[in-house]
């Protein structure tokens, strides 16, 4: 699964800029806007590759534009090319029937700009993946400053180890994945005249996907031995409804060259102090893609080669923790007008709790818990 990193991107590498190594800079912050973005990745696994091209807007735009017409090639040692096909707006993709990378072979990646230009990539090896020994998570808290209470959750951590005594270099994207359920059973719905539903759970459980919007990387360089024991990865609140009742956290550890480290590790440290940036002075960092007759000319993002691990881990809702998502009340006042409502409002939810009788919701999100993100069945993967 590859997760976008566009918003990531576009925040820190606007502001970083790109340069042949990390150094301080001011950057032209004019110079920011109609540049190439690049997100792409080549990995030994059995996924579909893809590559993702966008145009940056003004810095105080969060926006990328994604570019269409572009044509899009990845060789390898051979210089066999591979075409990927556009899928999607600025999407471009080849699947694993047709090609997937090879642990020790290397690739190129080339653009064909619908304007003429021509980019390319830094010639990169995939290297061998190392096992992910295993995922866990252990209760977390900590408080907030202006806080009305802690903030609790689960921490997720990774073990894993190299297959040799050499450096390896880590970057994991994560995805997650949750079952949560609306406040409310939608027992009847009110549209002129009381209408029963004969399903009340139709619309209260869902399951949602989404990326966990943080860079997450490490180095054996100065170790010992090739091995990671609790490497931090993402913290899970229970100030929303991820844990409510099941979760799911899938990890790809990806095994990457020095150059590629250096990137993505200068992101996560200006992730990592982003809400300094502001205060201290920007840094530049340098992508590894490139217009082929105009090297000055400034190219966002990255293009990786790598080995890749994965795996999926699965968490209950947690017993010992306190709970501090927002939850829905009954308003049973309301029920007494619903009779003389008009069209206007309808349809009008309405839930039955046993020994209280019918209420109403705040709103429609109180018994569709599709309105907060989520759908109706569970993705091919879910185990319950």
């Known amino acids: 699964m590859m997760i976008k990193w566009y918003n990531i991107l576009l925040t820190l590498v606007l502001l970083s800029g790109l340069v042949s190594c990390v150094e301080e800079y001011w950057p032209n912050i004019d110079k920011y806007e109609n540049l190439l973005v690049v997100d792409g990745l080549v990995t030994n696994g059995v996924d579909t590759t893809v590559v993702s091209l966008s145009i940056s807007t003004s810095i105080n735009d969060s926006k990328l534009l994604p570019l269409s017409g572009a044509q899009v090639y990845i060789s390898d ?7 990927l096909i556009e899928m999607e707006i600025g ?3 080849i699947p694993a029937s047709e090609f997937i990378g090879k642990v020790g072979d290397s690739y190129q990646l080339h653009i064909n700009h619908p304007n003429g230009n021509k980019y390319v990539s830094d010639i990169s090896t995939l290297l061998e993946p190392s096992p992910i020994d295993s995922v866990y998570s252990s209760p977390d808290s900590y408080e907030l400053t202006n806080g009305d209470h802690p903030v609790v959750g689960l921490q997720f951590y990774i073990d894993n180890h190299g297959l040799t005594a050499d450096t390896c270099n880590y970057l994991w ?3 997650q994945t949750y079952k949560y359920q609306s406040s409310f059973t939608l027992d009847y719905i009110w549209e002129g005249a009381m209408i029963q539903v004969e399903n009340p759970d139709s619309l209260r459980t869902c399951w949602r996907t989404k990326p966990v919007q943080q860079i997450f990387t490490y180095s054996t360089r100065y170790l010992d ?3 990671i024991t609790k490497y931090p990865l993402n913290f899970v609140s229970t100030d929303t409804k991820m844990l409510s009742m099941r979760y799911s956290l899938f990890v790809e550890q990806l095994t990457i060259e020095d150059r590629a480290f250096s990137f993505w590790d200068a992101l996560q440290k200006q992730n990592i102090s982003q809400e300094n940036l502001y205060t201290q002075q920007p840094v530049q960092i340098r992508g590894n893609v490139r217009n082929v007759l105009d090297e ?3 190219v966002l993002g990255y293009f990786t080669v790598a080995g890749v691990t994965k795996k999926r881990v699965y968490v209950n809702r947690p017993a ?5 998502y927002s939850v829905c009340d009954p308003d049973f006042e309301s029920m007494m007008m619903v009779a003389a409502s008009t069209p206007t409002f309808w349809p009008i939810f309405i839930t039955n709790i046993p020994g209280a009788g019918m ?5 429609d ?20």
Do not use: H, I
């Open 91 to 93: 999407s471009y993709k």
């Open 296 to 298: 000055d000319e400034v």
């Open 359 to 363: 209420a109403l919701g705040a709103s």
């Open 365 to 384: 999100v109180c018994f569709d818990c599709r309105l907060e993100g989520g759908g109706l069945n569970p993705p091919n993967f879910w185990e319950e």
């Open 225 to 227: 031995n090739t091995k």
């Open 320 to 324: 010992s923790l306190t709970f501090y």
């Open 77 to 83: 040692q051979d210089n066999v090319m591979s075409q």
């Open 173 to 175: 994207r994560l995805s």
